[in-house]
């Protein structure tokens, strides 16, 4: 079955710098990959998402980037804030799955003031 | 514009007892999904059900736990003679679309279920 991991597990970074997040999966038939932010206690947000047919994906400071053929994506935030620290999971899905979430085992990022 | 509903948040039964998680999805949704998630640990998929049908159950322990999801009302989550092991923040979420799934889902708040 689909199989996702995610590095770094944790990450601390100073204020306004940019964190990188990189995530690979096992199955080519992936075609959907979501990244969730989760703050302690909370529900999942989902923060960006891309699809198999596009390479990049952009939204204010994220950003996700998709290789396909080494079969990894990654979550870029630049600028970071505070308010970035969280735990932040990636995911994959494809249609003969059910759409079922594959998740990675998250990361946590520290934004240092 | 409610999102997706889940109650009880929180729930603390001893071992032996019944819990029941209940989810509503966000309005026009028919797809549910219910996810696991350890403390300290990612979310696992357990099921994803349509209105009156299991679709997959891959994710779910092959005893104690069983879902459904009426024709009316909440999709329910249920787990019998409760284990300290069941103890974690179980998750629904549901997908837009009415005919067939979309990829994009929504998550609720969570139940937290603590097995005493």
């Known amino acids: 079955g689909e199989n996702v991991e995610q590095h770094p597990s944790t990450l601390s970074v100073q204020e306004g710098d940019s964190a990188v997040i990189k995530c690979t999966y096992s199955d080519s038939a992936s075609n959907y990959f979501p990244w969730y932010k989760q703050e302690l206690g909370k529900r999942p947000q989902l923060i960006i998402d891309i699809r198999s047919n596009v390479g990049e994906k952009k939204d204010q400071r994220i950003a996700v980037t998709l290789n396909k053929t080494a079969k990894h994506f990654s979550l870029h935030i630049t600028e970071t804030q505070p308010e970035d620290s969280a735990v932040y999971f990636c995911a994959a899905s494809w249609m003969d799955s059910s759409y079922k979430l594959i998740f990675g085992s998250g990361t946590r990022l520290l934004v240092r003031p | 514009n409610a999102g997706v509903m889940q109650n009880p948040r929180h729930l603390v039964r001893r071992r032996g007892q019944e819990a029941r998680l209940r989810c509503s999805p966000m309005?026009?949704?028919?797809?549910v999904y219910w996810y696991r998630q350890l403390p300290e640990e990612g979310l696992k998929f357990m099921v994803y059900?349509?209105?009156?049908?299991?679709?997959?159950e891959s994710g779910m322990p092959k005893e104690r736990f069983s879902a459904e999801f009426p024709k009316e009302g909440p999709s329910i989550l249920r787990i019998q003679q409760v284990v300290r092991g069941d103890s974690a923040a179980y998750f629904c979420?549901?997908?837009?679309?009415?005919?067939?799934?979309?990829?994009?889902?929504?998550f609720g708040p969570g139940t937290r279920l603590t097995v005493t």
């Open positions: 979420a549901s997908s837009p679309q009415t005919g067939s799934p979309s990829y994009e889902q929504y």
């Open positions: 309005k026009g949704h028919s797809h």
């Open positions: 059900l349509q209105k009156e049908n299991i679709i997959d």
